[in-house]
């Protein structure tokens, strides 16, 4: 990876880390309070509203985790390369997913095991248990 592809990188991990910690601290700022709703469908629907606000949270905040490691990776040295098999990760994957640890190949494999878990999964659970 050149220079300024890694220094370009780093601009943009440390933008998304400073939007994402402004976010967060807005965020942190404005009270949880519940409103006294009087119908059942009013709390039903906050109530869902405020788990999905919960969730987006909870994902900015893992994400603030992997930006932090990402800048740390590149101080040491080793940001763009595989965990899995020590290979770069391509330019190109890593400006569309900055945060990403894993080459293109790897992660491909990863998400096929999935799959193919999930698939196993399936087929168990559809299935008589013998006795």
Request: glycine share 4%; net charge negative.
């Amino acid at each position: 990876m050149k220079k300024t592809e890694l220094l370009d990188l780093k601009e943009l991990l440390e933008k998304q880390l400073k939007d994402l910690q402004s976010d967060l601290a807005r965020n942190l700022a404005q009270p949880m309070s519940t409103p006294a709703l009087a119908d059942i469908n009013d709390q039903a629907s906050f109530e869902t509203e405020r788990s999905f606000e919960i969730r987006i949270k909870d994902r900015e905040r893992k994400l603030i985790g992997k930006v932090q490691e990402a800048l740390k990776k590149i101080s040491d040295g080793t940001y763009g390369i595989c965990v899995s098999c020590g290979e770069s990760i391509g330019v190109k994957r890593l400006q569309a997913r900055p945060v990403t640890d894993l080459c293109i190949n790897c992660k491909s494999e990863m998400e096929a095991e999935e799959r193919r878990e999930e698939s196993f999964e399936k087929s168990q659970g559809s299935s008589p248990i013998a006795h």
